[in-house]
C-alpha cells in the first residue's frame, strides 16, 4: 500500500473483530511511531501497551459518557494510550522556545499519525479517543509527574468498512502568499 492510498483510505474503526494482534504487528506499529518526526528529534512521546481486560474496562470507564469510541475501548485486543514527557517538545533548558508551549501535541499528532497509518496498512483498524478524564487514566497507568497522556487508540481488525467522511476542497484551505478568503 502506498503512503497516499493509506491516508485516503484509513478511517476510525470502533467495531472489531475477535482476532487478536500479534507480536510481530505490534511491534511494527510501534516502530512506526519511533520513526515521528519530533521538534529537535525530542521523541517526547510515551506509549502504554494495555490488553488486560480489566484496565481496558477501567479505561472505558474514564471516557466521557458520550464519547463514541466507548465501546471500541473494551472490544479492541490492544488499546495504545499515547502520552508525553512535558517540557521537552519545544523547550530547551527548561524553557520554552516557541509562543505555543503545549509543542508536545504537535509531535504527539505526527506520532499518532505514522501509528494509525501503520496500523491501516497492517490490516487493522484504529480509532483516536481524547474525551475522557485525563488524570484519571494517568492514575489508572501510573503515569509519573512530568508526564501526560493524550489520547487512547484502540487497535484490532475492523468488523466494518465505513465509508470516506466528506472533505473540503483543496481551494477552500489553501491560500497563496496570501489569505485568500
Known sequence: MDVIEAIKGRRSIR????????????AQILEAVRWAPSWGNSQCWEIFVVRDREIKQQLHDA???????????????????????????????????????????????LATQNLCLAAHSLGLGS??????????????????????????????????????????EVEEFTHYARFSC
Not at 471516557?63 to 508525553?84: E, I, K, W
Not at 479517543?129 to 475492523?158: C, S
Open 63 to 109: 471516557l466521557s459518557p458520550r464519547n463514541p469510541a466507548g465501546p471500541a475501548v473494551t472490544a479492541a485486543p490492544v488499546v495504545l494510550v499515547v502520552g508525553a514527557a512535558m517540557k521537552k517538545s519545544g523547550h530547551y533548558k527548561g524553557e520554552s522556545l516557541t509562543r505555543f508551549t503545549e509543542w508536545f501535541m504537535y509531535d504527539l499528532g
Open 15 to 26: 467495531r472489531f473483530t475477535d482476532q487478536d494482534i500479534t507480536g510481530e504487528q505490534l
Open 127 to 168: 480509532v483516536i479517543a481524547g474525551a475522557f478524564d485525563h488524570d484519571r487514566v494517568k492514575q489508572i497507568l501510573a503515569v509519573r509527574a512530568g508526564y501526560e497522556v493524550v489520547t487512547m487508540i484502540p487497535l484490532g481488525y475492523p468488523d466494518h468498512e465505513p465509508s470516506a467522511p466528506k472533505r473540503k
